[in-house]
């Protein structure tokens, strides 16, 4: 892990407008760029995927690594199931073990705000996580549906809002821009 004097932050980001994961993906983008090492825990999202973020991960190895850890294909919300509790324990069982070795600069926990609106972990488990975090690590926590209590404990709080999008109209996730 690269040393740092400066305090890592909490950054949370939510809302029902796109943009959440790009963003945290923007900030490893650029802490890649000053050679610092940077973990993304995906809580919804499995294998095998080719995603253009996974393909740009394994482009920038070792100082960016790309976790998928949910069910192959899309998870039903409306009515998780025991496998997708189980998945997103582990993806968050992972997350405590980055913490505790202090293995990274940066730890994104992408889309755990809808895990744990969901169902999926429970919400004392990720403040306690939040509380764990050692002080030069910045934690960046993406998804929909931040709980009030994320919110609080967060330094950083921005809310995607979606004015228009072109998936109303019909327009199918583009390669490059959704994948």
């Known amino acids: 892990m690269t040393e740092t004097t400066v305090r890592g932050m909490i950054q949370v980001y939510t809302g029902e407008g796109k943009g959440k994961t ?17 973990y993304m825990i995906q809580f919804l999202k499995g294998g095998p995927t080719k995603t253009g973020e996974i393909a740009s ?5 070792p100082l960016l690594t790309i976790r998928p850890m949910g069910r ?6 409306a009515n998780p199931g025991f ?20 293995v990274c ?25 939040m509380d764990a ?16 209590e994320i919110i609080e404990k967060a330094d950083l709080v921005t809310e995607m809002r979606m004015i228009k999008h072109y998936y109303n109209k019909g327009v199918p996730g583009r390669v490059s821009a959704e994948r």
């Open 57 to 61: 991960a394994k482009k920038l190895a």
């Open 22 to 38: 790009t963003a945290a993906l923007g900030l490893a983008m650029r802490a890649v760029g000053h050679g610092r090492q940077v």
């Open 105 to 129: 600069d940066i730890l994104i926990l992408d889309e755990i705000n809808i895990a744990v609106a969901y169902g999926l972990v429970p919400l004392e488990d990720v403040l306690k996580l």
């Open 133 to 148: 975090k050692p002080e030069g690590m910045e934690l960046i926590m993406t998804g929909r549906y931040a709980p009030p």
């Open 83 to 102: 496998k997708d509790r189980e998945l997103a324990q582990k993806a968050l069982d992972k997350a405590w073990q980055i913490i505790r070795y202090n």
């Open 72 to 77: 192959a294909g899309f998870t039903n919300l």
